[in-house]
């Protein structure tokens, strides 16, 4: 490089320089066996990534199943509709609520009391009886499950052994007009334990409904394969006088929960009502709001038919 003057040998390589820094610098490479080669990173840079591109995804949040929700709404809408079929199933059994005196071929007294169990499972309504003298049935409670379509009967006999029977109805549902030319209901009710106890002993309940005031307890016994064999018969009169079972017939004495015939009067909200026995009468209690909507929406509907 000649320069005229110094001024202008200092003027050129200024220029130089300043034109030099402005390129871009590229990165150092190194030959590979095959003779290509590979560009070699500067310490503090990093490679890009496909991901920095990208948005990060918000974490998929699990569904719970009892919380509020269209999941939740639907497990809740699942459970209502099971009571509602339990309830359906039990209804043409409500003829058994009430207090009852037996007594057996073996000259053993038995009193029964039926009532509505709606507060020991509320998923899973039932009646139950408790007779203090019973022999065969101490204590019971009977349901249905609509899964399986059958009916489920656990029971406690008076030695405190439980045993469980399951089964349906043998002879259908009827109301027949008797002599009063009121409804009598009968039916036959067969419940049966799946399989024999640590005894070797299989046990079967028959309830057999005659009419509205008077039902046959019939109790079967075998060994391993040998047939059923009755073992003992406890007729049953009810107390009191007897119940209809047209709705019409209940007039304001319907019950609110249950929707037989009244028995006892409850008040809510400065309004009377009726229910049926002390199951009916503890749900009622427990919550009354509940009862009387559905009551309430049940009356208008049949006052709109």
Known sequence: MKCDTIGTCFLVLATTLTLGCAKSVAPP???????????????????????????????????????????????????????????????????????????????????????????????????????????YVRDGRLTFSPASQEYEFTATDGDGKQRVFRGNFSQEVQDVAGDDKKLQRTYKLELTEPKADTD?????????????????????????????????????????TSFALSDTDYGEKTCVVSQGLGTTSVSYMGKSYWVCCSGCKAAFEDDPAKWVAKFEALTKDKMSK
């Open 29 to 135: 490479q190194t030959s590979t066996s095959d003779g290509s080669t590979n560009q070699v990173l500067a310490a503090d840079s990093k490679p890009a990534r496909e991901s920095d591109s990208k948005p990060k995804r918000k974490p998929i949040k699990p569904i719970e199943i009892n919380a509020s929700g269209s999941a939740g709404t639907t497990a809740a809408a699942d459970t209502g509709e099971r009571v509602e079929s339990a309830r359906a199933a039990l209804k043409p059994l409500q003829i058994l609520i009430g207090n009852w005196n037996g007594t057996s071929r073996k000259a053993m007294l038995d009193q029964p009391n039926w009532v509505w169990d709606l507060k020991t499972d509320p998923k899973q309504p039932a009646i139950r009886i408790k007779s203090e003298k019973g022999q």
């Open 200 to 240: 070797g002993e299989q046990w079967r309940v028959v309830i057999n409904q005659q009419e509205n005031n008077r039902y046959i307890l019939e109790v079967d016994r075998k060994r391993g394969s040998s047939p059923f064999l009755r073992i003992d018969t406890i007729n049953t009169q009810r107390e009191g």
